[in-house]
């Protein structure tokens, strides 16, 4: 079962499945301030959902990056079609994405209060974290495109 | 400890987390030797980044969250806002580096 979990396609899906999760429940949560809706538990759920998800896509990102990405992947992509996949997409993916969980764990925090005041840069930072892992995602697409056209290259 | 200073003090240390890795991350990239320091610590400069700055974020909220008194709604607005600029800012510093970077080597 752990050889299955840890093959590379299986932690690269988790990785992803793991982001969705918190790009979607960030996304819910905006939606949540957007719609003025009150309930504290629904925002509650959303936040937690979100940090679970970010926090999960990590380490199991970051476990098939050490472990497979630096020695196996990132040799095809230098030396293939686009090796600025590595050296820009890469670079900027690993490092945007360890500011994600702190910002993360603060609008969960303030999912918790009902004051108005709150509210809306609350509902910006929910938008700000869904954003920046969209925008990691494409950065990921880039990277196992650039890895095939490496291999076929 | 109230919600308000719960939060500002979360995000007061997120906002100084994501000024540290971008920092760590150009300098590290541009001064092999603290690159290599950062590899020698946990076998990983990646590893050690990343449990820094998860560590580094904790420590701080705990001493921004014990060290002053209680903040009002209306600063606990604004160091939200603040860490939406920062973190744009913080991101797209380590984006445009790593152009820069690729371009000029």
Known sequence: MLDILLAKPVLIGLHLGFAILGIDAFLWLAGEYAAGAISIKRRMIAAVLGLIGFIGSWVIGGYYYVKYYGPLVKPIIKEGLAPWAHAIAMEAKEHIFLLIVPLAITVLLAARSSDQAIRRPAMWLAVLIAAIGLSLGAMGFIISAAARWGIAG | ?105
């Open chain 2, 1 to 105: 400890m109230n919600n308000f200073k719960l939060i500002w003090a979360s995000a007061l240390a997120a906002i100084i987390t994501g000024i540290a890795v971008a920092g760590v991350t150009i300098v590290a990239d541009l001064y092999v030797p603290l690159k290599d320091m950062l590899k020698t610590l946990t076998g990983h400069h990646w590893i050690t980044k990343s449990l820094g700055s998860i560590i580094l974020y904790l420590i701080l909220w705990g001493i921004f969250g014990a060290s002053v008194g209680d903040k009002s709604v209306e600063q606990g607005r604004r160091m939200l806002w603040s860490l939406f600029v920062f973190t744009i800012l913080s991101a797209l510093a380590i984006f445009a580096f790593y152009i820069w970077h690729y371009l000029a080597v």
